[in-house]
């Protein structure tokens, strides 16, 4: 499992210097852009476009583990197509390459520190995620040269084994880590109050955002791309990150799951939270991976069609949620 990991970091990078590589030359950039036939879209998107920078990363990381570990090619899944001829979340933000976006909190709402990388490994058999990686390309840039650099972050749960690279600061100042060399970022343990925060899409339902507002006042930040609000989460500048639309999918959420799972959060299907009561029960209804979706085509089979939240302290989320479904069934009421 440890080998596994260790290649996924290195073809992350891999990945993450292609997408740099591509964004370079805007003019040649331009060409190298087309929009989605049917059945590759996002019904979310009007225009839905993918970049050869998506098509070589996807099939480089292919191509890397095949060769690593033959055979484990074929059972690994995109959202791309590998056929290229000539406004999308984070492949939006990269093609429209706003450098210059100044974040709120440490959160950017949209730019190219949006474009996250994302491998996740589940089990096949239990649909239960393993490990994931989740690889920034432009986390920040040199004010000087103009050349970006990027940073990574890893997660393993297997079984009792769970490490990660981020490095967790407790109330008293001390640190533990599972790999102090990966990355010089300090996470901070949100203190356990009702002060919650969240991030969402700015697209996001105006009941959820309302309840939200109840929940966390002002600490509710909207931001582009399923990858990085999950990675908002995984970094500790939010609690949750909540997305009530089926226009996510496995690949979008199965990375931050994994890292989440390894640091005790995870990532859940937000239509089944809402429903648990004593009577319907209350385990936590944690996304699966290894079922695809009946009676639809296209990349829709694999969409988590009950929306998601992702957390990264279950202590913290059992009282989040009782106040997001307290404040939902207020707002319905008085509608």
């Not at 649909?127 to 040269?145: M, W």
């Not at 990574?152 to 407790?170: A, C, E, K």
């Not at 009577?279 to 979706?293: A, F, I, K, M, S």
Request: charge should be negative; charged fraction near 25%; aromatic fraction near 8%.
């Amino acid at each position: 499992m440890s080998e596994i990991l260790r290649e996924l970091v290195y073809v992350s990078e891999k990945a993450a210097n292609i997408a740099r590589a591509c964004r370079q030359q805007e003019s040649l950039f331009q060409l190298l852009i087309e929009e989605k036939k049917e059945g590759e879209k996002n019904k979310k998107f009007i225009t839905d476009f993918k970049t050869l920078a998506d098509v070589l990363v996807q099939e480089v990381i292919k191509q890397n583990m095949g060769n690593k570990f033959p055979g484990l090619e074929n059972h690994i899944y995109g959202e791309e197509s590998n056929e290229f001829t000539n406004e999308l979340d984070s492949t939006y933000q990269y093609i429209k390459g706003s450098a210059d976006i100044k974040p709120n909190r440490g959160i950017f709402p949209c730019g190219l520190q949006c474009v996250t990388i994302l491998i996740g490994v589940y089990d096949r058999q239990t649909g239960v995620p393993l490990i994931g990686v989740i690889n920034q390309p432009f986390a920040s840039q040199d004010v000087k040269t103009l050349r970006w650099k990027g940073q990574y972050f890893w997660g393993l749960s297997y079984m009792d084994s769970n490490i990660h690279s981020l490095q967790i600061s407790s109330e008293n100042g001390s640190e533990s880590t599972a790999d102090s060399q990966t990355t010089k970022e300090t996470i901070r343990e949100p203190k356990f109050t009702q002060d919650f925060s969240a991030v969402i899409s700015t697209s996001e339902k105006d009941s959820i955002k309302s309840a939200l507002s109840n929940v966390c006042g002002e600490n509710v930040y909207g931001a582009a791309g399923a990858g990085y609000k999950s990675l908002c989460v995984v970094q500790g500048l939010v609690d949750v990150y909540i997305f009530s639309e089926d226009t996510t999918f496995k690949w979008d959420s199965c990375a931050a799951h994994a890292i989440l799972k390894s640091i005790g959060g995870g990532m859940v299907d937000l239509r089944e939270c809402l429903k648990r009561n004593p009577e319907t029960g209350l385990d936590l209804p944690h996304l699966l991976y290894n079922v695809d979706n009946q009676g639809v085509t296209g990349i829709d089979q694999w969409a988590n069609k009950g929306g998601l939240i992702a957390y990264r302290s279950r202590q913290r989320f059992d009282t989040f949620l009782d106040l997001l479904i307290k404040n939902l069934s207020l707002s319905s009421t008085l509608a």
